[in-house]
């Protein structure tokens, strides 16, 4: 069990930035990938993003390459989202996930965050 909880969440208007983080509880939190999904009203829970252990290899969905950017800091158990050139389509619930192992896939997350809300107007 890895306690997590995300904030950074909010109303933008398109074009503009967010930047989403997430606290996680306990000693080993380096030991875990970490990764962002996304869930739109109406529609299936989807991957967004993904960094390993020591943060030197990540993975995106195509639909936010080169927009978005997830970073981890070891040192303070938090990893971030940075969002730029937000899309009415990025509007959605993000969730922080995290899971025991080094690989940056995107299935097999078993620890998750209650969400934060993430609003892109047009």
């Known amino acids: 069990q890895v306690p997590l909880v995300e904030s950074g969440g909010g109303l933008v208007q398109a074009g503009g930035s967010l930047r989403l983080s997430c606290a996680a509880s306990?000693?080993?939190?380096?030991?875990?990938?970490m990764g962002w999904f996304r869930q739109a009203s109406g529609k299936e829970r989807e991957f967004v993003a993904a960094i390993s252990w020591s943060g030197g290899t990540t993975n995106y969905a195509d639909s936010v390459k080169g927009r978005f950017t997830i970073t981890r800091d070891n040192a303070k158990n938090t990893v971030s989202l940075q969002m730029n050139s937000l899309k009415p389509d990025d509007t959605a619930v993000y969730y922080c996930?995290?899971?025991?192992?080094?690989?940056?896939?995107?299935?097999?997350?078993?620890?998750w965050g209650q969400g934060t809300q993430v609003t892109v107007s047009s």
């Open positions: 996930a995290a899971k025991f192992g080094a690989s940056v896939t995107l299935h097999g997350y078993p620890n």
């Open positions: 306990g000693r080993t939190f380096s030991s875990y990938t």
